[in-house]
């Protein structure tokens, strides 16, 4: 059985909370990618996975390991921005845990979001990309996302200056 076959994808529930925040939390002290910079408990972000329902176009796509059901990484579709017009457009995103880049855990993630997205009224997906990041551009470009942009040094974290690509997929 190849690794890939070794992981489901499934909705996150609220068990995951604290592998989720674990997760997330390496990236806020380890990375750029995230401009957050303080840490969060799992009760903190509790608010952010109830934002994230089974349904509609704010979902959290969670997976795991078949056998030990350890969570290996998540992919979030959320709103774009918070004005009314832009309601059929939604921001993505995909944390892995640090062990599980490379696996293709990020592309069944996206793909299982993106297949329950297409029955969702939703036009655009938009993911913002801090530079650099290869990893996260290819997956991008591989599930059809173009880039329209670049905000300079848009967050400082870490001392510096951080710049944000932007892409644009059509659904």
Known sequence: MTERAEVQVRPGVEGDLKALTDIYNH???????????SVF???????????????????LKVAAHADSQEILGYATSSPFRAKPAYATSVEVTVYLAPHAGGRGI???????????????????????????????????????????GTYGEVGRKFGRYWDVAWYEKEL
């Open 27 to 37: 990236y806020v002290r380890e990375t750029p990618i995230t401009f957050d910079t």
């Open 41 to 59: 408990t799992p009760e903190e972000r509790r608010p952010w996975l109830l934002s994230h329902p089974e349904d509609g176009p704010y979902l």
């Open 106 to 148: 990020g592309t069944l993630l996206y793909k299982a979001l993106f297949e329950a997205l297409a029955a969702e009224d939703v036009h655009r997906a938009y993911a913002g990309i801090a530079q650099p990041n290869e990893a996260s551009r290819r997956l991008h470009e591989r599930f059809g996302f173009r880039h329209v």
